[in-house]
């Protein structure tokens, strides 16, 4: 489904129903690439269903690609222990490949938000939703066993984590949903990826309390989304401290 000629051949509308099959089918590669070249061949913001379709495609074939990687790394131990080195060294590089598979492909999402749908982003909401999905592939891309040693990369995306953080606090109030979902993406960012425990505690006990002061300004279907987020904030931070 990659050939960019037959992906050409297809009109907006085409993509946009290929990549509703696609996700019936299960087919979620193939979803991926059609909403992407629907997003490429479009210039208007994502409607809420197309925004959904776009963050869908990612999220499945990220569940895949953890539950890849968490078997061939129990190979990897399994050949370790049976003193099979050279299976395991063939399990280490196969994971290894699947992972700078992963890495390139969350590198051209960022590409797509970047270059694409952030510039489109009509209103506030719009933008924090990409704002959350660009927190979501950086962080997915720490999955990666290098990825994840490169200290530079950790504080390039430091900044980027900051910098949209800012951008989202200025656009949302403290208890929107959107708002409250990147604060744990930032959360997770400090506490998982930078060891910041102090920050993270920090950043997520702020984020709750703020909101909780302004919940009652919300409607009752964003309301109901803020509590559970506030609750999982409150909830992580026992656990960190714990």
Known sequence: MNNPDYLNSLNPNDLLFLTKISEQSDRY????????????????????????LFSGAFYYISNLHKHSIRVLKFQEIKEEQQNNISKKILSEKYREKIEI???????DL????????????????????YLNLRGIYYSKMFDSTTYSKNAIEKI????????DWDK??????PAHPLRLGYAVKIMEFYFEIMLNTKKSCEIAKNAADEAICDIENLSQENRRDSEIIIKLLKENIELMLS
């Open 29 to 52: 590669n193939d979803m991926l690439t059609f909403i992407k070249a629907y997003i490429r061949k479009t210039s208007h913001d994502l409607s809420k269903e197309e925004q959904m």
């Open 101 to 107: 598979e992963f890495l390139s492909l969350c590198k």
């Open 110 to 129: 960022l590409i797509i938000l970047e270059e694409n749908l952030l510039p489109r982003a009509t209103n506030s909401e719009s933008r924090g939703f």
């Open 156 to 163: 390039n995306v430091e900044r980027v984590f900051n910098e």
């Open 168 to 173: 989202i606090k200025n656009d949302l109030s």
